[in-house]
T-cell receptor, first 118, second 117 residues
Framework: NAGVTQTPKFRILKIGQSMTLQCAQD?????MYWYRQDPGMGLKLIYY???????DKGEVPNGYNVSRSTTEDFPLRLELAAPSQTSVYFC?????????????????FGPGTRLTVT | AQKITQTQPGMFVQEKEAVTLDCTYD???????LFWYKQPSSGEMIFLIY??????QNATEGRYSLNFQKARKSANLVISASQLGDSAMYFC??????????????FGTGTLLAVQP
């Protein structure tokens, strides 16, 4: 299994440009997440999805959009890039259950995309 | 208010010694989970250990153990017999289970651990 894959690894954008960060997982996980990590900080949740066709905002959704048309893929769209979006972006996935919390359901992370907006 | 607090921005430990990384959390949800992740300089996030709020025993995974003190709302990570490869950033995270099973995690700001030979 490849686990969670992300492309590209690095990208430099000019202010106002748009791009899509790709994320795919081959573990048949229903739940997927996008986080950003600013220098010296922890991860903050941008968007998440509990299944194909279902997405919801996290803590810092402004300036981003997502879609989830398949279980495997969860792309993150940046519209009108701004310097404040310079960050490392992580995609993650996990199993999920609506009944009981007897398992950890830990999140598996991709390698990250380092984005610079200048 | 911070939901996850890691008060140690950086720590040093001698190789083969044990080290404790602090984490306190804030939640009113009776059902929650606590996680520790390791982030080496290469950047990936590696899951280390999990503790559920209803677990009676402290979690252990090899050289990692989680010192869970529910009344004090602390979930400290203990690494025994430190190795040079343990040098990394360590993040504490919490999952709150109210409002449905979304598995969303809230992360602390991390502790940078340096293991010295």
């Amino acid at each position: 299994n490849a686990g969670v894959t992300q492309t590209p690894k690095f990208r430099i954008l000019k202010i106002g440009q748009s791009m899509t960060l790709q994320c795919a997982q081959d573990m048949n996980h229903n739940y997927m997440y996008w986080y950003r990590q600013d220098p010296g900080m922890g991860l903050k949740l941008i968007y998440y999805s509990v299944g194909a066709g279902i997405t919801d905002k996290g803590e810092v959704p402004n300036g981003y959009n997502v879609s989830r048309s398949t279980t495997e893929d969860f792309p993150l769209r940046l519209e009108l890039a701004a310097p404040s979006q310079t960050s490392v972006y992580f995609c993650a996935s996990s199993e999920g259950s609506t009944s009981g919390r007897t398992s950890s359901y830990e999140q598996y992370f991709g390698p990250g995309t380092r984005l610079t907006v200048t | 208010a911070q939901k996850i607090t890691q008060t140690q921005p950086g720590m040093f430990v001698q190789e083969k010694e044990a080290v404790t990384l602090d984490c306190t959390y804030d939640t009113s949800d009776p059902s929650y989970g606590l996680f520790w992740y390791k982030q080496p300089s290469s950047g990936e996030m590696i899951f280390l250990i999990y503790q559920g709020s209803y677990d009676q025993q402290n979690a252990t995974e090899g050289r990692y153990s989680l010192n869970f003190q529910k009344a004090r709302k602390s979930a400290n990570l203990v690494i025994s017999a430190s190795q040079l490869g343990d040098s990394a950033m360590y993040f504490c995270a919490m999952r709150e289970d109210y409002g449905g099973a979304t598995n969303k995690l809230i992360f602390g700001t991390g502790t940078l651990l340096a293991v010295q030979p």
